[in-house]
Every structure is written in structure tokens, then in C-alpha cells.
């Protein structure tokens, strides 16, 4: 069964630092990879997803991810942090894409001044 | 377009009630996925239809828990009885055909069972 792990249950930023949130995952074939992020109050969000094909993928509001296949990983990245991004982010596999998504514990993201 | 619509977003009830929660989804979405959001547990999912049909239920906790579709614009999550344990915040989603397009979600229902 596939599963996902975000071994950071909080991180704190400072303002206009870069970013870089964990995601490793498990599952047996080439997964459907997905970043999500919840600010309070809300529902999900999608920022990216990864299907097939270049292995850094490009997202909403300034935010990338890229998948290393090797290392069973799909980080969440962004060079610089802004007072908007603290939420919830949450990284999600499917093994037919966005029916059945396995999502992760999350991170909360904090951003100090 | 609202995008995904659930009601109520709060409910308080006590342990031995029936709970209804209900969701619209995107207009033109023919797929619905209840998700389930606990401290414990983290986000699950519960149930999803596509084109109104129930195609993997197999998240559904127990039979105290019933899920239904009646038509394109409107679908159900009815817990009956409700345990404390039940609290938590529950999410509708949609998507507009199969795995490959964007599911959307709703705000959720915080459920509060006492």
C-alpha cells in the first residue's frame, strides 16, 4: 500500500528565506505526486502536481517541487518565503492520479519577520 | 463558478445523534470524494463516486457511516449514531472526469460530537 511521510511536523522561515518542506513516499509503481496547502480555516489547495515527465515541476505562487525517484522523495521548494505561505502544507501520492490520494501528516509552516 | 459547497461548516451535537452533512459540488464535476481530517489520523479518505456511482467505499470507518449521491449536484455523509470519536473536520471534494484532473475541495464541516 503506498503511504507518504513528512518527517517535519513544524517548520519557522524567516521572511524572504528559502524553503524546503520533506516528502518521501512509498509505493510500488510510478506514483501521481501532488503538494497541497491549507491555511486555516480552508480547504486544500493545489499548488502542484508531478504525473510524468520533467522531474522538477513548477506550481502556484512561486513554489516547485522535484521528484527523485532514487531517493523516493518530492520535496517542496521556494527561494523566498513571504508572511502568506504560513499554513499547512500537505504531500499527497495516488496511484490513478486524484482519485484515491494518500496524503501526508503535513507540515505547518511558520514565517517569522 | 463557488467552487465545492458544504453545510453547515460547524456542527455541535451529542453522542447518539444523526449527523447529515451535505456538499455541492463544481458544476460540471462528475466525480465526489469525502475526506475525513483528525489530529490522529491525519486526512483520509472516506468514500468517492464517480458519476454518482459509490466506486471505492472501502475508507468508510464503520457502518455507522453512510454516503450517498442522489444526483450530479448534491451528495451526503450521514452519521448515525455519532460518537465522540467521530469529531473531526470532514472534507467534499470534485473533479471534472478521471485521476488526471484537479480535485478541488470544499472549506469542510467541523464536527464537534459531545
Known amino acids: 500500500a503506498q503511504s507518504v511521510t513528512q518527517p517535519d511536523i513544524h517548520i519557522t522561515v524567516s521572511e524572504g528565506a528559502s524553503l524546503e518542506l520533506r516528502c518521501n513516499y512509498s509505493?510500488?509503481?510510478?506514483?501521481?505526486l501532488f503538494w497541497y496547502v491549507q491555511s486555516p480555516g480552508q480547504g486544500l489547495q493545489l499548488l502542484l502536481k508531478?504525473?510524468?515527465?520533467?522531474?522538477l515541476v513548477q506550481g502556484i505562487k512561486g513554489f516547485e517541487a522535484e521528484f527523485k525517484r532514487s531517493q523516493s522523495s518530492f520535496n517542496l521548494r521556494k527561494p523566498s518565503v513571504h508572511w502568506s505561505d504560513a499554513a499547512e502544507y500537505f504531500c499527497?501520492?495516488?496511484?490513478?492520479?486524484?482519485?484515491?490520494?494518500?496524503f501526508g501528516t503535513g507540515t505547518r509552516l511558520l514565517v517569522s519577520p | 463558478d463557488a467552487g465545492v459547497i458544504q453545510s453547515p461548516r460547524h456542527e455541535v451535537t451529542e453522542m447518539g445523534q444523526e449527523v447529515t452533512l451535505r456538499c455541492k459540488p463544481i458544476?460540471?464535476?462528475?466525480?465526489l470524494f469525502w475526506y475525513r481530517q483528525t489530529m490522529m489520523r491525519g486526512l483520509e479518505l472516506l468514500i468517492y463516486?464517480?458519476?454518482?456511482?459509490?466506486?471505492?467505499d472501502s475508507g468508510m470507518p464503520e457502518d455507522r457511516f453512510s454516503a450517498k449521491m442522489p444526483n450530479a449536484s448534491f451528495s451526503t455523509l450521514k452519521i448515525q449514531p455519532s460518537e465522540p470519536r467521530d469529531s473531526a473536520v470532514y472534507f467534499c471534494?470534485?473533479?471534472?472526469?478521471?485521476?488526471?484532473?484537479?480535485?478541488?475541495f470544499g472549506q469542510g464541516t467541523r464536527l464537534t460530537v459531545v
Open positions: 508531478y504525473f510524468s515527465g520533467d522531474t
Open positions: 471534494a470534485s473533479s471534472q472526469g478521471q485521476g488526471n484532473t484537479e480535485a478541488f
Open positions: 463516486f464517480n458519476n454518482n456511482v459509490p466506486i471505492d
Open positions: 509505493y510500488g509503481a510510478t506514483p501521481y
Open positions: 458544476s460540471g464535476h462528475n466525480s
Open positions: 499527497a501520492v495516488g496511484p490513478t492520479g486524484f482519485q484515491k490520494l494518500v
